[in-house]
């Protein structure tokens, strides 16, 4: 057998697995200090590996901040809420979290959000795509609320999901810069706002009062 196979034992997997390290390497790093204080030096060392290993597969710090910021998407608390159409705002708002950890995660996502709008940057593929499944999961979401009328069935679904995860990118800027709001509420309230929910729950209780009651 050949010793160069390419299998779940070969190269290309012990190759994948020391990427994932050394993604992992940096994510501890952002959630202790924060994304600022990643060097190449203490993430060779974190994953158990050489400075010129950790180049090979992420040639800039840029690169290995982007290889964190998915690697914390992928194991995200709030994935369920874009995955699970019936997941309720009350799990949402659960999920957002002010713990000091998630604060720089946040603010990873933020820096790297604003530097991936110049062309070629190492964060542009990635967010591009995030983005886009983040709209088609909370469409799918926006949908599945019309359908047992918790949101306005008028409502291009598409629409609603650009501008609350506009809201959501905004809202978490300015927590970031000031933290004496609730981002969990407040990005909630956006919610309802966006999908019609208010609308919706004042209009059935004037068709059957006994609602309210």
């Known amino acids: 057998m050949s010793t160069t196979s390419t299998g779940s034992r070969g190269p290309y997997a012990r190759s994948a697995e020391r990427r994932r390290s050394i993604a992992r390497a940096v994510l501890d790093t952002v959630r202790e200090k924060g994304h600022d204080r990643v060097t190449t030096a203490e993430t060779a060392r974190r994953a158990g590996t050489s400075e010129a290993t950790a180049l090979y597969h992420f040639p800039t710090k840029e ?65 591009a795509r995030h983005n886009r499944d983040a709209v088609a999961h909370v469409a799918r979401v926006v949908r599945h609320r019309q359908r047992v009328g918790t949101a306005h069935p008028g409502f291009d679904a598409v629409e609603v999901a650009r501008q609350f995860l506009a809201t959501w990118d905004g809202l978490q800027a300015q927590w970031l810069l000031d933290p004496s709001f609730d981002f969990g509420d407040h990005l909630v309230q956006a919610f309802r706002r966006l999908t019609g929910q208010n609308w919706m729950e004042g209009r059935a209780v004037l068709l059957d009062p006994a609602i309210g009651v």
Do not use: K, N, W, Y
């Open 63 to 127: 690169h290995l901040l982007v290889a964190a910021l998915e690697l914390s998407d992928e194991e995200s608390a709030l994935r369920p809420f874009t995955t699970d159409p019936g997941m309720g705002l009350d799990e949402l708002r659960a999920f957002v979290d002010t713990t000091t950890e998630r604060a720089h995660i946040m603010r990873l996502h933020t820096a790297l959000l604003g530097r991936a709008t110049s062309p070629d940057h190492p964060a542009q593929e990635f967010l």
